[in-house]
C-alpha cells in the first residue's frame, strides 16, 4: 500500500503537475489518503500481532509514525489547493457560468483546517523521547507555516467584516494581519532553507493587507463625515400622514368593472376581496338615565305610621 501512494505521489509531484487541472488533482489526494489509511491499518494490525519482540514494535511504530506524518502533510497540501481554487473564484467574474462566487467566510474556515493541521502535524513530529534533527526542522517548519496561515486567515476575516460594513473592525483586522504578515516573513528569510513561494505570498499578503487598511480608513472617515447628511435627508423623507399610496378598491366595490381581485399569481400583492377583520362600528344603544336629584331630596318622618308595640307589666318585669 505505501508503494501504492508513492506512485501516486509521483503524479502528483511530477514535472507534469501544474499542467493538471484542480479537479485532477483532488482526485489523486483522494486516492493517496485511501492508501496510506489502508498502509496504516495494516501497519497497526502487525503491530498488534508483533508479541512481545521490542525491535519489532520499534520499527512498526517509527513507521506508522512515518506514514502519518506523510498523511498530515498531504492532507495540508490539499487543504492549501483548496484555498488556491477558493481564491481562484473569490474576485473572478462569472459570465454565463452558474459558479458560485466564494465569501471570505469560506476561507477563513479553510485557514482553520490548515492551523488545525500544522498543529497536529507538529505534535505528532514533537512526540517521542529521541528527537531527531530532522523532526526538530521539519517541526519548526510546520511552526513558520502556522504563523502565515494565522496571518492569511486575519486578513480575509478581515475582508468578511468590511463587506458587512463594518469598518472600524476590519481596519483593526488588516493591522493586525499585516503583522502577523510582517513577522512571519521575516521568520521565513531567516531561515536557512526559505521557501520562496511562501515569502512571495507574504509580501503580496502585506502589500494587500497596507492598501485594504488604507481604504477602510478613507471609507469610514467619508462615512462618517456624510453621517449627518443622510440623516437629515431620512428625517426630511418622513411623512406625518404615511405614505400616499392608491389603494385598490375591493371586489365588492368594483362589480361594475372586469378587474382581478386575487391578482397575478406571480405577483406578491395581497387579494383585496373583502376588508377581513371588518372594521369597527358605532351602534345605537339604550339611553342610560342617571337619577342625580336622589341626594337632594327630604323625605318626610313615618314614624306616625310605624306599628308600635304593645307591652304589658309583665314584660317589663322581664325586660
Not at 88 to 109: F, I
Not at 287 to 292: C, K, Q, S
Request: proline share 3%; aromatic share 6%.
Amino acid at each position: 500500500q505505501t508503494c501504492s501512494a508513492q506512485e501516486l505521489e509521483k503524479d502528483m509531484h511530477g514535472p507534469a503537475t501544474d499542467s493538471l487541472p484542480a479537479e485532477k488533482k483532488l482526485a489523486i489526494f483522494d486516492k493517496i489518503f485511501t492508501a496510506y489509511h489502508e498502509a496504516r491499518s495494516c501497519i497497526r494490525s502487525d503491530l498488534v500481532s508483533a508479541g512481545s519482540s521490542e525491535n519489532a514494535k520499534d520499527d512498526l511504530n517509527g513507521l506508522d509514525k512515518a506514514v502519518s506524518a506523510v498523511l498530515g502533510q498531504r492532507t495540508i497540501e490539499r487543504n492549501q489547493l483548496l484555498v488556491s481554487i477558493a481564491k481562484s473564484k473569490l474576485s473572478k467574474l462569472h459570465d454565463g457560468k452558474n459558479e458560485k462566487a466564494t465569501k471570505p467566510e469560506e476561507l477563513v474556515r479553510l485557514y482553520d483546517l490548515l492551523l488545525q493541521n500544522t498543529a497536529d502535524l507538529c505534535d505528532l513530529v514533537s512526540s517521542g523521547r529521541d528527537r531527531k534533527p530532522e523532526e526538530v526542522a521539519f517541526a519548526e517548519e510546520c511552526e513558520l507555516k502556522s504563523l502565515a496561515f494565522r496571518a492569511e486567515r486575519c486578513f480575509f476575516l478581515g475582508r468578511s467584516y468590511s463587506l458587512a460594513g463594518k469598518r472600524v473592525e476590519a481596519y483593526a483586522l488588516y493591522c493586525r494581519a499585516r503583522s502577523l504578515a510582517e513577522n512571519a516573513l521575516q521568520k521565513f528569510q531567516a531561515a536557512s532553507n526559505a521557501d520562496q513561494i511562501m515569502i512571495k505570498e507574504l509580501k503580496k499578503l502585506c502589500e494587500e493587507c497596507r492598501s485594504n487598511s488604507c481604504i477602510e480608513h478613507a471609507a469610514g472617515i467619508m462615512e462618517e463625515l456624510k453621517a449627518p447628511e443622510n440623516l437629515s435627508k431620512k428625517i426630511s423623507n418622513i411623512s406625518l400622514t404615511g405614505t400616499n399610496k392608491k389603494l385598490e378598491k375591493f371586489l365588492l366595490e368594483k362589480l361594475e368593472t372586469y378587474e382581478s381581485a386575487v391578482g397575478d399569481s406571480s405577483a406578491k400583492n395581497v387579494p383585496r376581496i373583502e376588508a377581513f377583520p371588518p372594521a369597527f362600528q358605532a351602534i345605537p344603544r339604550n339611553p342610560i338615565v342617571l337619577d342625580l336629584a336622589y341626594n337632594f331630596i327630604d323625605f318626610p318622618s313615618l314614624e306616625n305610621r310605624m306599628k308600635k308595640d304593645k307591652k304589658g307589666f309583665i314584660s317589663r318585669l322581664w325586660r
